[in-house]
Each structure stands twice: as structure tokens, then as C-alpha cells.
């Protein structure tokens, strides 16, 4: 079975310092997709970035980026020049390449931009 | 504009009552699906459907039902059955995006039973 952990409940950074989300991951499927997902107060999922298994570039958008060490089997999520609106949960996901092609969730990192 | 509705955004139910979660998307894709959401938790599989007339149980289906009738609608029921419903209800479609398959969430439901 495919599992996410993430293993810090909180996190509190200085605005516009950067800040690096920790995903690790478990599976035997050889093809999967990796996710990462933005949930503010408002309790929508956000759709940050992707990751394949067989990309050979770490993704990035904007001023999020994907370290993807997939021998350690790690995904973090990377935002560089934090901002005030970038407090929220943030969850990792796993894709299963299979059957319902259902997103396995982390239970999630709050991430705090202090002034 | 192309995405996905909920409704209602929050919705109070007695115990003992069954409520229907709504959920359209015009985004056309042929899969959607349902998760729970509990407090300081991520989510989990409820049901869900990768065309039309056609559903499946997720991990956490009992006291829940669902119908596809139309590719744009996928209702979400829970049943008196479900002993604790108390949560935040997330429906999401999945189709090709500027990255490949991705699965976009709707704003989401808040279901308090009082």
C-alpha cells in the first residue's frame, strides 16, 4: 500500500526567507505521481505542483520548486521568497498509477509567515 | 469559467436525518471523486467514479452513498448510517492539465450534525 508522511504539524517562517516542506513517501508501484497541494482557512485544495517518477528535472512553478530525491523516496516542497499569503496547510499526495488513480494524503504541514 | 461547485458550503443535519452533498463540474472530465476531511487530518477516499453510471467504493465508503447520472454531477448521500459525519466533504474531478493527470478540488462542504 502507498504511504505519505510528513513529519512536521507546523512550521513558522520569516517573510520572504525561504522554506522547505519535508514529504517522504512509500510504494512498490515503479510509475506514480507525487503532489503537492495548498489549503488555506477556506478549506479549498489548491493544486501547487507535480512530480513524475520518471521526470528527470525536479518540477518547479513559480516560486515552487519539487526536490525529488526518489532513492530516499522524498518529494519536499520548496517555496522560495515566502509571503504573508502563503500560511496555510500544506499536504503532500501520491497518486496511485492503478485502479481508482486515487490521491494517497499526508496528514499535512501548517506553515506560518510571520512579518 | 470551467471548474468545480459545491453546495451547500455548510450544512447542519439532525441525527438520524440523511443530506445530499452536491457537486458539478463543467470541466468535462469523466472521473470524480469524494473525500472526507477530519480535523488536522488529510484525506480520505470516500467513493468514486470514472464514468458515467459507473461508481466504486473507496477506503471509508460505509454509511455513504453516491449516483452518476450525468458526467457533471456526482451527489454525495450520507446516510444515517454513518456514525460520525461530522466533517469537511471534498469532491474533485480528475482530467489533463498543463501538467498531465491532475485532480482539481471543488471549495468543499462543512457538514455539522447537530
Known amino acids: 500500500a502507498q504511504k505519505i508522511t510528513q513529519t512536521q504539524p507546523g512550521m513558522f517562517v520569516q517573510e520572504k526567507e525561504a522554506v522547505t516542506l519535508d514529504c517522504t513517501y512509500d510504494?512498490?508501484?515503479?510509475?506514480?505521481?507525487l503532489f503537492w497541494y495548498k489549503q488555506p482557512s477556506s478549506g479549498e485544495m489548491i493544486f501547487l505542483i507535480y512530480?513524475?517518477?520518471?521526470?528527470?528535472q525536479n518540477a518547479t512553478e513559480g516560486r515552487y520548486s519539487l526536490n525529488f530525491q526518489k532513492a530516499r523516496k522524498s518529494a519536499n516542497l520548496v517555496i522560495s521568497a515566502s509571503q504573508l499569503g502563503d500560511s496555510a496547510m500544506y499536504f503532500c499526495?501520491?497518486?496511485?498509477?492503478?485502479?481508482?488513480?486515487?490521491?494517497?494524503f499526508g496528514q499535512g504541514t501548517r506553515l506560518t509567515i510571520n512579518p | 469559467d470551467g471548474g468545480i461547485t459545491q453546495s451547500p458550503k455548510y450544512l447542519f443535519r439532525k441525527e438520524g436525518q440523511n443530506v445530499t452533498l452536491s457537486c458539478e463540474q463543467n470541466?468535462?472530465?469523466?472521473?470524480m471523486y469524494w473525500y472526507r476531511q477530519d480535523p488536522g487530518q488529510g484525506l480520505r477516499l470516500i467513493y468514486y467514479?470514472?464514468?458515467?453510471?459507473?461508481?466504486q467504493k473507496g477506503d471509508i465508503a460505509e454509511g455513504y452513498s453516491v449516483s452518476r447520472e450525468k458526467k457533471e454531477s456526482f451527489p454525495l448521500t450520507v446516510t444515517s448510517a454513518q456514525k460520525n459525519p461530522t466533517a469537511f466533504y471534498l469532491c474533485?474531478?480528475?482530467?489533463?492539465?498543463?501538467?498531465?493527470?491532475?485532480?482539481?478540488f471543488g471549495p468543499g462542504t462543512r457538514l455539522t450534525v447537530l
Open positions: 474533485a474531478s480528475r482530467g489533463w492539465g498543463n501538467v498531465g493527470d491532475t485532480q482539481y
Open positions: 510504494t512498490s508501484d515503479p510509475s506514480y505521481g
Open positions: 512530480q513524475g517518477s520518471y521526470d528527470q
Open positions: 499526495a501520491m497518486r496511485e498509477i492503478q485502479g481508482a488513480q486515487k490521491l494517497v
Open positions: 470541466l468535462n472530465h469523466d472521473a
Open positions: 467514479s470514472q464514468i458515467v453510471n459507473d461508481f
